[in-house]
């Protein structure tokens, strides 16, 4: 028995309805006939504001899409969420990173082991930039390299790209995450062992990607001369498997634990984040902390209808649910925020990229989006042609800043004024007539207006999010990804899914284990497919020394 969406609403009907007066008006009339719209449908919480007034949406759609909410729950939910319920229910767990990033006094059991992890990583930090910490030469540490995938390094990678203008100098901090030799290779060539520390970070400590760069790195190490017993001054661990770290080799002073209530993908207010912290220093790793805290405050607080990440998760369920769209971009008109479209891709698409219910009966409705994006502008000289003319509608997040943090005013004013030309130009669009006026004030001969004017024709009433902030900062960040993270959870809340588990990744994982043995032992199973037999084999026949 499939489970329908219709049977989980009782307004289905009337948020239907809504959705198809939306066929016969355009957001360019809705501008027109509310000139209060921007405030009417704009937020500001955290140090962010959410303008989504250039959205399918009105006072009636609003109000249908907040009684879906309280009809799923929401309210309560985030409160289960909040006060550690297992809302992580195939796994049995709670999901409580927001107590990665309490504020005040920590007080819950989570929290006192929180601080004290985050007491003795601000040791560790103190002790690598004033040189205290020494490398096996005696030679003070000046790279750090994290060694982790997923949520063990795209949080962490993504932030300290964001917070560059904030990094100290230090330390030079790198990641590795690839099980392609290449990326470990390539990085350890221009690193000198005597000075590198590596942080092994690995939730499950079992990921083949890290354990095997992880071997790599040690290895390098002691081919550079560095004696067994002096590799505890090169690397460290991040694990809520401790034992499996120490049990690796890594000194056990030297493992930092994580918890089985923080997923992996939620995981970079831990210790997890250690590279961010070398990065920019403790102090703004805190900042970070708080902003997702501020944006954790508003979320367990504001009315459901002023709320960004209930907006933000409303907005998506929307399009997907009843607009039919199935990708969303995301678009941070910000250099630092370039990795941001990628953490998004597995936040979201790891969390809410599921086809049963939570009690596993499967659903005959759209869940997560394919998430995509690029840095602006860059975007604008790529893939914006099929934004704007394209045949397919997709919601955008443009995120921007007010202030830059360097000193090129004129190239900010015009970064910021393409990102909102764009989110104007995508909505307003061009019609026919205004084309085909352009060209005959150009003094384009009416032949070929006509062959012309079509292919510069603007559709336009497309949606999109702009999502402002005064400056990129550790606490504007960090209230930017916890919206997205408590975004994800609305989603998963409305259509009634885990957004905790992955269990999508783990059939891959184990025929990667697979094929490597056919590989390492050329024993190809003679059921599996031609094509894997094939390409296994050519692979043996390619490297017979292996
Ligand atoms: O931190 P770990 O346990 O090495 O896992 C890395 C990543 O692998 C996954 O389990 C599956 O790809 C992610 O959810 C996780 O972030």
């Not at 030679?139 to 390094?153: F, H, M, P, R, Y």
């Not at 590596?198 to 790599?216: H, I, Q, R």
């Not at 969390?351 to 409705?365: A, E, I, Q």
Request: proline residues 3%.
């Amino acid at each position: 028995m499939q489970k329908k969406l219709s049977d989980l609403f009782s307004n289905w009907d009337q948020l239907n309805t809504a959705a198809n007066e939306w066929q016969n008006r355009t957001l360019a009339e809705a501008f027109q006939q509310d000139t209060n719209r921007a405030a009417r449908f704009s937020v500001t919480a955290a140090g962010l504001q959410l303008d989504y007034s250039k959205n399918h949406v009105d006072e009636n759609t609003l109000s249908q899409l907040v009684a879906a909410a309280e009809q799923a729950d929401l309210s309560g939910a985030i409160k289960r969420l909040m006060r550690g319920d297992h809302v992580n229910n195939t796994e049995d767990r709670p999901a409580l990173h927001s107590a990665l990033r309490y504020l005040g006094e920590a007080s819950t059991e989570e929290e006192k082991a929180v601080a004290a992890t985050l007491e003795k990583m601000a040791g560790l930090i103190d002790s690598v930039h004033s040189g205290e910490w020494k490398g096996y030469t005696g030679e003070k540490i000046t790279d750090v390299v994290n060694i982790g995938i997923g949520g063990s390094d795209l949080g962490p990678r993504m932030v300290t790209k964001a917070l560059t203008p904030f990094h100290t100098g230090h330390v030079n901090v790198h990641f590795v995450a690839n099980v392609d030799g290449a990326e470990i290779y390539d990085l350890t060539r221009k690193l000198n062992p005597a000075s590198t520390l590596f942080l092994v970070a690995s939730k499950s400590f079992s990921t083949l990607e890290t354990l095997e760069n992880s071997l790599t790195a040690r290895k390098w190490m002691l081919d550079s001369g560095c004696a067994q017993d002096q590799l505890k001054h090169h690397f460290v661990a991040i694990s809520s498997k401790v034992d499996k770290a120490v049990e690796f080799g890594i000194d056990a002073e030297n493992v930092y634990p994580l918890w089985d209530w923080v997923g992996g993908r939620y995981s970079l207010w831990s210790a997890i984040g250690m590279p961010i912290a070398f990065a920019v220093g403790m102090e703004n790793f805190n900042k970070l902390r708080a902003g997702a805290g501020a944006m954790d405050q508003h979320f367990a607080t504001a009315p459901l209808d002023k709320n960004i990440p209930v907006l933000m998760g409303l907005l998506m369920f929307w399009y997907s649910n009843f607009l039919g769209t199935d990708t969303q971009a995301i678009l941070p008109y910000a250099y630092h925020l370039q990795l941001l479209p990628a953490y998004l891709q597995q936040l979201e698409m790891e969390s809410n990229g599921k086809s049963v219910t939570r009690d596993g009966v499967k659903v005959d409705y759209q869940t997560g989006s394919i998430v995509w994006g690029t840095e602006g502008t860059n975007g604008q000289h790529s893939f914006h042609q099929l934004l704007h003319q394209g045949t397919t509608m997709v919601p955008i997040d443009f995120i921007a800043t007010l202030q830059a943090h360097h000193p090129i005013a004129h190239q900010h004013k015009y970064l910021f004024a393409n990102c909102v030309a764009q989110s104007q130009a995508l909505m307003t669009g061009r019609d026919l007539a205004t084309t085909e006026a352009e060209l005959r004030a150009a003094g384009v001969s009416e032949e070929e207006i006509a062959s012309l004017a079509p292919h510069k024709v603007h559709p336009g009433n497309r949606p999109s999010n702009v999502i402002l902030m005064e400056k990129l900062t550790p606490e504007t960040l960090g209230a930017l990804i916890a919206a997205y993270e408590h975004k994800v959870y609305t989603l998963g809340v409305l259509w009634n899914i885990n957004s905790y588990d992955q269990w999508g990744v783990e059939l891959g994982k184990l025929l990667g284990t697979h094929i490597a043995n056919a590989i390492t032992t050329t024993d190809i199973p003679g059921d599996w497919d031609s094509s894997t037999q094939t390409l296994v084999r050519k692979f043996n026949e390619a490297n017979k020394s292996l």
